[in-house]
């Protein structure tokens, strides 16, 4: 009895340690406490059982609802005091017979329940740990227990060396055993009754097992020991702990990894986009609200005919009924395609600002990414949120990036490539005519991409967007005029501007704009003039001078020559390009630099395309009749001379010999493995290219040696002045004898106006004010204020 109360107390003290942390309530401590009491029936065997109930009465998780439900624990103190009164005299009447001494160990043990009835703080609500705590805490205890160990093992024995062991333990007889370990060290067991240090075992390192075994029995034979008491060797293999020890950084990160994929696995079945690659497989459309879009219709010049496309668009998702009541459907998309820098990224800057609908925005290349399956899941989520802000406008910026032709063999990226292309195919042509969401891409490199792309019923529209003509540019300028500070009128500046800029595209006209106000800055100018606007296309053409370069006089009477070959050609050629400006200043790569004011024409002649070559030899043919020699400054001269010669019998079917062909020339980083004609045809190409050249350089170096006398007047002036107008060309070589425009009237003459039409039609005269018709609900519905704060939602 003595053996089994003092069993109990012991077992109630840890219990009473451990329920801080088991948050056992106190009804348990009294259930516990009562089977201290002396004089119970029950054996030890069931007393134990009943405490195990006591202490694990606990369901496990996940299976509660296989259990009883328990009783409110949470009673007041009168009713647990009031049932410990009943227990309490149901237990004194039954033990009414027993002994002094158990009515005292009662006493004591009611004692002990009235103690324990005090209501404790973690006895009203659970306690909910953080299982990072309490990782961590698992962790820890796991870390300082294995070093722990580690020291212990250490301790536990001694190491010695060979001699030691052969003088102080096998010469005195003292050894039982060798235990091999590893085949790295060896273990040595001493008889019972000898210990070192309080230790009975030692280790030493060996080098191999074979030596080991060679040189204990060189040992034992030096020592006189009989072979049948030869020490028994033992082979073991055993792990060592700081083996383990050294894996647990691993074993750690493996059961992250593992512990990282399992849930994303979990999170993958619900639906859910998170965990590890979660964030990765999302798309990377932004919805665009207007406010933050600084850009309007009004701001766009230049390609008229392309942004009046373009408002409809949005005209038919704000005003759907005005296209329906003639049967009209909504085009599936449309895709800009130009030069660079003509208009197309900005076209759609400008729907979004003005769109009154939401404005999503991505770019081709965020659907490829190095992991596997990252595009199509992009390509599905793009267009999920697409569907879920219809009526809408999706726009695909660089849309080459993702959608080039499908090729028979796929090396590496390219089939995820298209993978993705086929996402997007199946997305796109998955719309029906009532989700009214719009997709816009643009592109420069419309020639490379997927035909099923192209076909209609995906991108129903192509919409060009061409370099602007005269009065585009015009347009454009006043548009980038308007915030700069200038003292001239705007309008006449800008139409000198468009006169002196041929070919310029809008991002060069914004470019020049910006130059010109820089200059202007770097002079510590109040106002911008004229001259900056010069300096500043010079700077775009040509590049920034050169001061600091200085020629020696040799090389700069050659560059001087040079152009001043170039400028009489062309002084003397009917269709050559009027002269404006030449120098002998050097410029970005060239040494010289010589402007011209080309024509705007679609249509050139065989006299044309003759005349340009003929201008491009001048610097060659000059150096030619001058020098004696030639150098290598004409290298871009002749490039251009080539290419106008093989566009010419090639492409053009300009030549008598190779008749009215056209073979398509590879372009710049193509790799043509084979030509389109025969090797025959190929010889004659080339015969008759060189031919063509031949045939220019002899006109121009007959045209040189007649104005010989004209050329030296320029490039001594040149010396001089290092720059010359076309005022000083006058004055040099008389008026041009072929007429010429150089004015922005005379540019403009004979096409209707001398400004760009930005008239619209009439059903979209009024594209962006409410219809009557329209209800406010639908309105503030579409609002792409309304949608940003939707999606953020």
Not at 575 to 592: N, T
Request: glycine share 6%.
């Amino acid at each position: 009895m003595v053996h089994q109360l003092l069993y109990s107390s012991s077992k109630l003290e840890r219990f009473v340690l451990s329920s801080i942390y088991k948050n056992a309530n106190i009804f348990q401590l009294r259930r516990y406490l009562s089977l201290i009491r002396n004089g119970s029936n029950t054996s030890t065997v069931e007393n134990l059982r009943n405490q195990w109930r006591v202490l694990y009465n606990e369901p496990p998780k996940g299976f509660e609802k296989f259990f009883r439900q328990k009783k409110d624990s949470n009673k007041t103190t009168k009713e647990v005091g009031d049932k410990d009164k009943k227990e309490s005299k149901k237990a004194s009447e039954s033990q009414s017979s027993k002994s002094q001494f158990d009515k005292a160990s009662q006493y004591s043990s009611n004692t002990n329940k009235r103690f324990f009835q005090w209501e404790f703080k973690w006895n009203e609500k659970k306690f909910e740990g953080n299982n990072n705590d309490k990782l961590f805490f698992f962790g820890t205890l796991l870390v300082g227990l294995l070093f722990y160990l580690v020291e212990v093992l250490q301790y536990q024995t001694s190491e010695i060396t060979w001699r030691e062991f052969i003088t102080k333990y096998l010469d005195k007889g003292i050894v039982d055993k060798v235990e091999v370990i590893n085949k790295q060290w060896a273990r040595v067991k001493l008889l019972p009754g000898n210990t070192v240090d309080g230790k009975d075992s030692l280790w030493f390192s060996i080098g191999s097992v074979e030596t080991f075994e060679r040189n204990l029995e060189n040992a034992q034979i030096d020592l006189n020991i009989e072979p049948q008491n030869y020490i028994l060797v033992h082979y073991k293999d055993e792990i060592e702990l700081q083996h383990i020890v050294k894996l647990i950084p691993q074993l750690i990160v493996y059961g992250m990894m593992f512990y990282v994929i399992r849930k994303s696995a979990m999170q993958f079945g619900k639906g859910r986009k998170s965990g590890l690659f979660g964030p990765l497989m999302e798309s990377t459309a932004k919805l665009v609200n207007s406010k933050d879009i600084g850009v309007q219709f009004k701001d766009v010049a230049g390609c008229e005919e392309a942004k009046i496309e373009i408002m409809e668009f949005v005209n038919f998702l704000k005003n759907p009924q005005q296209y329906m009541d003639l049967g009209a459907k909504i085009p599936k998309g449309a895709i800009l395609t130009g030069p660079p820098g003509t208009g197309k990224t900005l076209l759609a800057k400008a729907t979004a600002g003005e769109a009154g609908v939401p404005f999503i925005s991505v770019s081709g290349s965020e659907f490829l990414e190095m992991f596997v399956g990252v595009g199509p899941s992009r390509v599905r989520d793009m267009f999920s949120l697409a569907r879920k802000h219809a009526p809408c406008i999706l726009f695909i910026d660089e849309i080459d990036a993702v959608g080039r032709k499908r090729a028979s063999r796929n090396f590496g990226g390219h089939s995820e490539q298209e993978n993705t292309l086929n996402q997007l195919l199946v997305e796109m042509d998955g719309f029906n005519t009532t989700t009214n969401v719009v997709v816009l891409a643009a592109t420069n490199r419309i020639d490379i991409l997927d035909k099923a792309l192209l076909r209609p019923g995906r991108f129903d529209r192509q919409i060009y967007v061409p370099a602007p003509d005269i009065k585009g540019r015009a347009s454009i300028f006043k548009v980038h005029l308007q915030p700069l500070k200038i003292t001239i009128d705007k309008d006449q500046l800008a139409r000198k501007m468009a006169s002196l800029t041929p070919g310029f595209t809008g991002a060069d006209i914004a470019n020049v704009c910006n130059e010109a106000a820089l200059i202007a800055a770097r002079d510590l100018n109040d106002n911008i003039h004229l001259k900056h606007f010069e300096q500043a296309i010079e700077r775009v053409i040509a590049g920034m001078e050169k001061k600091t370069n200085v020629l020696q006089p040799e090389e700069k009477k050659t560059v001087a020559y040079h152009e001043a070959g170039h400028a009489v050609a062309g002084w003397f050629l009917q269709y050559a390009d009027p002269l404006l400006k030449v120098s002998i200043i050097p410029r970005g790569k060239g040494l010289g630099y010589a402007q011209y004011l080309p024509h705007e024409q679609y249509l050139y002649t065989k006299e044309q395309l003759f005349d340009r070559m003929c201008m491009a030899l001048g610097g060659r043919v000059s150096e030619e009749i001058f020098f004696g020699r030639i150098t290598t400054g004409a290298q871009d001269d002749l490039q251009k001379v080539t290419a106008n010669a093989y566009a010419q019998v090639v492409q053009y079917g300009m030549n008598e010999k190779v008749g009215n062909v056209s073979f398509q020339m590879p372009q710049q980083g193509d790799l043509a493995f084979d030509k389109p004609y025969s090797e025959h045809t190929a010889e004659l190409i080339d015969t008759e290219v060189r031919e063509l050249i031949d045939r220019a350089h002899k006109h121009t170096r007959n045209l040189l040696t007649e104005h010989k006398e004209n050329v030296s007047k320029v490039a001594e002036r040149l010396l001089k002045q290092e720059i010359l107008s076309r005022e000083d060309m006058i004055e040099l070589l008389g008026p041009r004898p072929f007429p010429e425009k150089s004015t922005y009237e005379q540019f403009v003459e004979g096409t209707g106006s001398f400004e760009e039409d930005t008239s619209l039609p009439k059903g979209l005269q009024e594209w962006n004010k409410p219809r009557e018709g329209d209800k406010k609900g639908e309105s503030s519905s579409n609002s792409p204020s309304e949608a940003v704060s939707r999606i953020n939602s």
